[in-house]
């Protein structure tokens, strides 16, 4: 069954209704996009897991070009319940893969290698990247000899999508292997990289195919560095009876369960919260000053971080680098795809203080994300300046100013009124300029722009809120709502997307293509 003609069975079988399928959660309180799908097992007690980190992956050289590295992506296993062997797709067989550390202006070369039983594409959201190395939807890299297989899934019959003779999309098509490089020309961020083939980026990264690529530059000393700089992939999943991951995939060769029907295609909502892959994990860390790299890996849950005790979240980054000035919040708000860097004094807990970190959008178990437990003190060199010297934005101001209306609208999501069509660009603005983007939507719609970071110009007909400060890819539209923006494009031409990073609803077609000129 391939996407069009799903949309047409949920039109079959109830439009009016599926139209106004329940947007909110059935979890009161909860401020996400989506429908929530329960586990069939009992969920696992919370904070008996140690938080697991993600190793730092090694570059298999590094010359004068840069540093290349090397990953497989593959089925694997994964303790994320206590206890339980989970099946998953990993980058290099784990979940979440390996982290890629960069240095701000030394080139990377990642190549992948394709082990899975399905075409994938590597996006490395956040990145400034040329279009051949971006993950275009249609760029697919084949496992070996699968272009020689039955389509490993549904295929499109999008407007200006081209098929080959097996009927995958056709795109820049490699297999076995394909090299993607970063110039990392760009300040230091946390940044992360993810599946993003056309129609099945959803089930791909529930099952596991996301992972960090941190770039850091020397804008960042001071700052704590070692085991207390912590990067936190928060993300929600559902499990089957077994302990296998839960979705309701129209694809049989991904996570298809006979039995799981509904209106998942607002959003899948999972009831169990993941920290790097453990569920309800705990953190034993000194009383010291830590840095927290928050990344919202859900598929359409949004989260509002809050510390108990509480403390301050001192802001130090967003999405795409580190904010001119340390901001303190009382709470952290992330829609799919952001990313905020804090700072969490942890000093001023007494020895052997339980700290939760909470999810205020959600009650029951989806209101917890894991525990701190605080040690004893240390000696702390670290600081965090008034200021960071940040750069301005080199791209050359234009006149333009374009509107995209993000709905559901004839049965599906798309970008005004129109469904994903790879070969059919909405805009063609000039690399290396600005442009005005004004972003307006119907329900929740977290927003990313590839090839670009901008800035929040207004927020309805106000000023930006002080958690849109900073220079993001990616920004979350609320019901009913217009943001205006100044997008500052890339150096590099070429086709890139924008959309909506509800994966459900970018899968649904709420994508995109614009080329840069």
Excluded at 1 to 23: E, K, Y
Excluded at 314 to 332: F, M, R
Excluded at 366 to 373: A, D, L
């Amino acid at each position: 069954m391939n996407r069009r003609s799903f949309l047409r069975v949920l039109g079959g079988t109830g439009a009016a209704a599926a139209i106004g399928v329940p947007l909110l959660t059935g979890i009161r309180g909860s401020e996400s996009t989506g429908v929530l799908l329960p586990s069939r097992r009992r969920l696992p007690d919370p904070f008996i897991r140690p938080l697991p980190i993600p190793p730092i992956l090694t570059p298999v050289r590094s010359d004068a070009t840069g540093d290349h590295y090397e990953i497989t992506q593959r089925p694997g296993t994964a303790e994320i319940l206590p206890g339980i062997a989970t099946p998953i797709w990993g980058y290099d067989g784990m979940f979440p893969g390996p982290t890629i550390v960069a240095t701000s202006g030394r080139p990377v070369v990642v190549r992948h290698r394709n082990e899975l039983p399905v075409p994938v594409a590597v996006h490395l959201h956040g990145g400034l990247t040329p279009a051949e190395s971006d993950g275009f939807p249609t760029d697919l890299l084949y496992p070996p000899g699968g272009r020689a297989l039955p389509p490993s899934g549904p295929v499109s019959s999008s407007p200006g999508h081209v098929h080959d003779a097996g009927g995958h999309s056709a795109g820049a098509v490699a297999v076995g292997t394909r090299d993607y490089t970063y110039p990392m020309n760009q300040p230091a961020a946390t940044l992360w990289y993810h599946d993003h083939r056309m129609d099945f980026t959803a089930p791909a990264v529930w099952r596991g195919l996301a992972g960090f690529h941190i770039v850091r530059d020397a804008t960042e000393t001071g700052l704590p560095t070692g085991d207390r700089d912590i990067p936190l992939m928060i993300a929600d999943r559902s499990f089957d009876a077994d302990g296998s991951l839960l979705y309701p995939s129209i694809d049989p060769t991904l996570l298809h369960t006979p039995g799981v029907t509904g209106d998942y295609h607002a959003g899948v909502l999972g009831d169990v919260i993941l920290v790097n892959g453990a569920a309800w994990p705990t953190a034993t860390i000194p009383r010291a000053r830590h840095r927290l790299r928050l990344l919202n890996a859900s598929n359409a849950r949004r989260y509002r971080l809050a510390l108990d005790p509480a403390r301050p979240l001192l802001q130090i980054g967003t999405d795409g680098g580190l904010l001119p000035t340390p901001t303190p919040h009382d709470h952290i708000d992330l829609a799919p795809g952001q990313r905020c860097d804090v700072i969490v004094d942890f000093a001023h807990y007494p020895d052997g203080q339980h700290v939760f970190l909470h999810n205020l959008f959600d009650s029951g178990p989806t209101s917890q994300v894991m525990r701190f437990e605080v040690a004893t003190r240390i000696a702390d060199t670290t600081r965090v300046p008034d200021h960071f010297p940040t750069a301005s934005p080199p791209a050359t101001p234009t006149a333009v100013t374009r509107t995209f209306h993000f709905q559901r609208d004839n049965g599906s999501w798309n970008i005004n009124g129109l469904p994903f069509s790879p070969g059919t660009p909405i805009a063609s603005p000039r690399h290396g300029t600005t442009e005005t983007w004004r972003l307006m939507s119907d329900f929740h719609h977290p927003i990313h722009v590839h090839a670009a970071q901008f800035e929040v110009v207004s927020r309805g007909l106000g000023a930006p809120s002080p958690l849109d400060l900073g220079p993001r890819d990616t920004i979350d539209l609320r019901p009913a709502e217009e943001v205006t923006t100044r997008v500052h494009f890339g150096p590099y031409p070429g086709r890139y997307v924008l959309h909506c990073h509800n994966l459900e609803h970018e899968d649904m077609a709420m994508m995109a293509a614009f080329t840069l000129t």
